[in-house]
């Protein structure tokens, strides 16, 4: 048994012992649990891939004479922004589109430029543009501004993902006789193809299934910089059916997550487009596990070939949310680039990148290693099976009577 | 006299030659640049039309072939982008030809330009938008 305090201990003086998802694989077949339980303090997971509900807020400081963006219009390089706040506070969505964009109305749009890529270009320290529109007050007379802004001159300038690095997800295929475009991809007819998004065996929820180690207040790789779990993210869903290894065989946890934009690299904050779907973001997100007992170790130790997910019809059962799973497969046999599908190979595609999740669990490996990283104590759990929290279909009312 | 679209890549060391210039001076052809990508110390990329004899089109090939120019006929390339792409992979399953695959070991995505047949199904379902088309 070590505690958080013991391991940040050992960082400071230098003799802490790291690895990643993947060695501690390794190193269990070779040892054993109870001695890679002692031997090592950290094992870092990361994740890498498109995470929509992901968006970021801004302070642009305030101009002269001052303007109230609250109650008007703000867009940034010509996407929308939300605000709904005080003078000059905004919040831009991931998922946000230029007014002008066609949308799916030419089927399938393009989505070539949304929120996700106006993060990116500000934190690569391209300046963006910013149009505002306002009411005007008589403590805030101004009614227009257009001017050039970029992340160092503005004040606050916060990532904060409501829902990122779900724990497990979906394989889409599609069953019908059409090319159907969705947030898993494109998705050949017939069951050509089948997407899936998760780094498997990498992926931090996957090596914490209870969420013992990850809490409210962990700290985390984010984008390159420093971040921390804020909450459980939204749809957040721990009451799901789990493997006897308590691996969710669905989309089970999700976390919400904050840091500093200004400390992020573009290289881990990716604008993306998901042709005839719309805009979104990847976003490179590592944690460090703790290595408190040997069931750290046990849970951390788990392989693609224990990971299993369900695949579903992208083509009329997820639209339609309907429950029911073609076939149930593993991370091993979806990175292997085919599946059995209803007694149909089908190759596989993957949306999350497997190498940079690998990277990221590297670099944080090296800050911890260095000393650059301290581990964070959690504040407070996220709810897990015990708690009976839930994720709630909506329930539709034709007035508010 | 016969006219043919190609595309010319020149390896670092051919990019300072004037190789155009022979092929008017020794062949006799006539030349329209259709689209020129030439830096000095990398590698460089011209569509030409090239238009003249039979026989000097085929000796000008041959020139541009000894001078270790690859000559491919033209259609499309698809080139990427080194910098946007992400290695995720949602273009493996998609590429009809086998030239988008997964290295098993650092699962990075090899494109294998020499495969490519130019379909560009990879190119609009590319999420960072990595696979670009050029003429």
């Known amino acids: 048994m070590k505690t958080i305090k013991e391991i940040n201990e050992k960082i400071k003086r230098g003799d802490v012992v790291v690895v990643t998802a993947e060695e501690v694989i390794d ?86 430029y949304g929120g996700g890529h106006v993060i990116h270009e500000l ?33 606050e300038a916060v990532l904060f993902n409501i829902r990122n690095c779900y724990q497990n997800y979906n394989v889409a295929v599609n069953l019908s006789d059409k090319m159907i475009y969705t947030y898993m991809g494109a998705l050949k007819p017939n069951m050509g193809n089948a997407n899936y998004c998760s780094a498997g065996q990498l992926s931090p929820l996957l090596k914490d299934p209870y969420y013992k180690s990850i809490g409210i207040g962990t700290k985390i790789f984010l984008g390159g910089g420093v971040g921390f779990v804020a909450w459980h993210g939204t749809q957040h869903n721990p009451s799901i059916p789990r493997k006897d290894n308590g691996v969710p065989k669905v989309p089970g946890g999700t976390l919400a997550v904050i840091g500093d934009l200004k400390q992020m690299k573009a290289k881990w904050l990716a604008g993306e487009s998901m042709y005839g779907y719309g805009a979104t973001l990847a976003v490179g997100i590592g944690v460090p596990i703790p290595v408190l007992n040997e069931e750290t170790i046990k849970s951390a130790a788990v392989k693609d070939e224990e990971i299993w997910t369900q695949v579903i019809n992208y083509a009329h059962d997820y639209p339609q949310c309907i429950a ?60 897990s099976v015990e708690s009976g929290y839930s994720f709630k279909p909506l329930k539709e009312s034709p007035s508010i009577s | ?133 050029r003429f």
């Not at chain 1, 593993?330 to 993957?350: A, C, R």
């Not at chain 1, 999350?352 to 000393?371: C, D, F, M, P, Q």
Request: a positive charge; hydrophobic letters at 40%.
């Open chain 1, 27 to 112: 190193l269990v077949e070779k040892k054993g649990v109870r001695k890679v339980a002692e031997e090592v303090d950290v094992v870092t997971t990361a994740t890498f891939g498109p995470m929509c509900s992901s968006g970021a807020y801004f302070n642009i400081g305030h101009s002269k004479p001052r303007i109230k963006l609250g109650g008007g219009v703000c867009k940034l390089n010509d996407v929308p922004c939300y605000t709904g706040f005080a003078a000059v506070d905004i919040y831009l969505g991931a998922t946000a589109i230029p007014d002008d964009d066609p949308r799916n109305k030419v089927y399938p749009g393009e989505f070539k």
């Open chain 2, 1 to 133: 006299m016969i006219s043919r679209k190609i595309v010319l890549h020149f390896p670092q060391v051919l990019v300072d030659q004037p190789i155009v210039y022979k092929l008017v001076k020794d062949f006799d052809l006539q030349f329209n640049i259709l689209k020129a990508s030439v830096t000095s110390g990398q590698e460089g990329l011209m569509v030409l039309e090239l238009t003249g004899k039979k026989e000097n089109f085929d000796k000008g090939i041959e020139y541009l072939k000894s001078c270790a120019v690859l000559i491919e006929p033209l259609s499309k390339d698809v080139i990427r982008d080194e910098e946007k792409c992400t290695h995720c992979g949602v273009c493996v399953p998609v590429c009809p030809v086998d030239a988008l695959v997964v290295e098993p070991q650092t699962r990075k995505i090899i494109f294998e330009n020499k495969k490519c047949i130019a379909c560009e199904l990879c190119v609009k379902i590319c999420p960072p938008r990595a696979m670009e088309v």
């Open chain 1, 123 to 155: 934190v690569a320290g391209k300046p963006v543009y910013l149009e505002a529109i306002a009411y005007g007050t008589d403590c805030y007379p101004r009614k227009k501004l257009a001017t050039a802004i970029n992340l160092k001159d503005i004040n």
């Open chain 1, 324 to 383: 029911g799973s073609l076939a149930e497969v593993n991370y091993s046999q979806l990175k292997s680039g085919k599946i059995t599908v209803q007694g149909k190979e089908v190759p596989t595609g993957n949306l999350s990148s497997y190498s940079k999740a690998r990277e990221i669990t590297e670099i944080l490996k090296s800050w911890i290693v260095k000393g650059d990283f301290l581990l964070s104590e959690s504040v407070a759990p996220l709810p």
